[in-house]
């Protein structure tokens, strides 16, 4: 017979899935002790047809406890697996004293990214990361950390200015200039700003330039006041951080402009930024030199520049003394706290120095001087228990 009307078209399906889309798929067990603590062994198995890559666990409990779960996996050839078939590594399910817990990879790896970023920007160095992985001196926090919100610094558009007009508003100044951690200072220019009556360069020594005089101790600098003749007119700041909590609690006392001198970074540091200027520090220092005025400024404070070099044997400063000579290694790198601020009163000795400052001093000591020595450099490292611990 004849072949009948094509019926009406059927609605369209859903669009088929692609064998290369990403998709989020879970799988799990369920533990039960029957009223009882679960016991160890295998307690379970679970067939998965298909490739994919774990990113993340969760793990609940109707009550707080402990238990640490291993994954095992195999084909079905091989099957059953054993412990040698692990694919948990050191991120193994787990409760401690805990009702829930999760771990999510993806979140280290992220951030392993971004500071492998970080380490190639133009203020190259080493980028150490806080991971919360177990506090070694302090019991937990049930409760998270409120932190504050970051203090951002905007920058506006950079303007070009004349050197000369700069120069001409340092005229008639008492000039109080700070420089931080650095292995990059030309010595020849700080020594000609040191000459200066009206300036006085301080620097410790992780800013690592011995030839100059100006320097202070933590155990110098023992009467900072507010006296009229002693505080400057100006503040100029460059480099990484200081050691001494008097001159950081002096300097956020003084109520004058901060100038800040950097090229990619500027720390508020001193919670106070007036004007910066983005120049390479040893130019800019070079260029803006000012003519010798008559001033007491740099005297006053030589005066107050007075190294403490008479200890008792019996202290721990005498210890430190004793261990300097026997640190002949191209590179020093200081441990935080105590550390650092016996540091202070060594003579210099021409090395590069250097200290974990701030947030990450004492948990990173070990890991910068590690990745300093990675990079071919002989390094020695003085470091406390308590920092070695961390």
């Given at each position: 017979g004849f072949q009948g009307n094509q019926g009406f078209q059927g609605p369209t399906g859903p669009t088929a899935i692609s064998s290369t889309s990403s998709l989020i798929r879970t799988f799990g067990i369920s533990l039960d002790g029957s009223g009882s603590d679960i016991t160890t062994g295998i307690k379970g198995d679970v067939f998965i047809p298909y490739n994919l890559t774990i990113d993340s666990w969760t793990i609940f409990s109707p009550q707080t406890g402990s238990i640490v779960i291993d994954v095992w996996k195999s084909s079905y050839a091989n099957y059953p697996p054993s412990a040698s078939n692990s694919i948990a590594g050191t991120e193994k399910p787990t409760l401690s004293t805990q009702s829930k817990n999760q771990d999510f990879s993806w979140f280290n790896a992220q951030k392993i990214a971004e500071a492998w970023i970080a380490s190639l920007t133009p203020r190259r160095g080493p980028v150490h990361l806080n991971i919360p992985i177990a506090e070694p001196f302090y019991e937990a926090l049930n409760e998270p950390i409120q932190l504050p919100p970051p203090s951002k610094i905007s920058l506006p558009e950079a303007k070009l200015l004349k050197l000369e007009d700069e120069k001409?508003?340092?005229?008639?100044?008492?000039?109080?200039?700070?420089?931080?951690?650095s292995t990059d200072y030309d010595a020849e220019v700080f020594l000609a700003w040191q000459s200066l009556p009206q300036a006085f360069v301080f620097s410790e020594r992780l800013a690592n330039h011995p030839s100059l005089e100006g320097w202070c101790s933590e155990g110098a600098c023992l009467d900072l006041d507010f006296n009229a003749a002693k505080v400057p007119d100006v503040v100029i700041y460059f480099g990484g951080p200081i050691v001494s909590k008097r001159m950081k609690h002096y300097l956020?006392?003084?109520?004058?402009?901060?100038?800040?001198?950097?090229?990619?970074?500027?720390?508020?540091?001193?919670?106070?930024?007036?004007?910066?200027?983005?120049?390479?520090?040893?130019?800019?220092?070079?260029?803006?030199?000012?003519?010798?005025?008559?001033?007491?400024?740099?005297?006053?404070w030589m005066e107050?520049?007075?190294?403490?070099?008479?200890?008792?044997?019996?202290?721990?400063?005498e210890i430190y003394r004793k261990i300097f000579p026997f640190l002949t290694a191209n590179w020093i790198h200081w441990g935080n706290s105590g550390v650092i601020r016996y540091a202070l009163d060594l003579p210099f000795t021409g090395k590069k120095e250097w200290g974990n400052r701030g947030a990450s001093g004492i948990d990173g000591s070990l890991s910068t001087a590690v990745g300093t020595a990675s990079l071919g450099e002989?390094?020695?490292?003085v470091i406390g228990d308590i920092s070695f611990g961390y």
């Open positions: 001409a508003k340092l005229q008639g100044k008492k000039i109080l200039i700070i420089a931080g951690q956020r006392g003084l109520s004058v402009p901060f100038w800040t001198i950097g090229t990619t970074f500027f720390p508020k540091t001193y919670e106070k930024i007036d004007r910066y200027f983005v120049a390479d520090v040893n130019e800019w220092m070079a260029a803006m030199l000012p003519e010798k005025e008559n001033s007491s400024f740099n005297s006053i107050e520049n007075i190294v403490a070099n008479e200890v008792e044997t019996w202290e721990e400063q002989s390094v020695d490292l």
